[in-house]
Nanobody, 126 residues
Framework: QVQLVESGGGLVQAGESLRLSCVASGSWFSIDSMGWYRQALGKQRELVASITSSGSTNYVGSEKGRFTISRNNAKNTVYLQMDSLKPEDTAVYYC????????????????????WGKGTLVTVSP
């Protein structure tokens, strides 16, 4: 059973920083892409940033330059450093990861479904 558990959310003032963490636990062949999404009240969930197993990063929207995604493969953990936070960054932040699992029938790793954490709330006051 694969699980993703986020931490690090909270209430901060505009201009302050937060660092989110997401730890994966369970059994798999490999963790492929990991990423952070967010969902503000009344809005759709959107991708914030993602990172491949080799460290290539992708940022979406205006957060590039303020947010930094990183991962520690040895700890099965992905981070999101968020600086210069704005009230519009207020949302529930979700961790996402894509895993591969060994398939005995194919005798090779096979990409599995996406997994999600339960989310961590980030609230930025003006």
């Amino acid at each position: 059973q694969v699980q993703l558990v986020e931490s690090g959310g909270g209430l901060v003032q505009a201009g302050e920083s937060l660092r989110l963490s997401c730890v994966a636990s369970g059994s798999w062949f490999s963790i492929d892409s990991m990423g952070w999404y967010r969902q503000a009240l009344g809005k759709q969930r959107e991708l914030v940033a993602s990172i491949t197993s080799s460290g290539s990063t992708n940022y979406v929207g205006s957060e590039k330059g303020r947010f930094t995604i990183s991962r520690n493969n040895a700890k099965n953990t992905v981070y999101l450093q968020m600086d210069s936070l704005k009230p519009e960054d207020t949302a529930v932040y979700y961790c996402n990861a894509q895993f591969s699992f060994w398939d005995d029938a194919f005798r090779r790793p096979v990409r599995g479904m996406d997994y999600w954490g339960k989310g961590t709330l980030v609230t930025v006051s003006p």
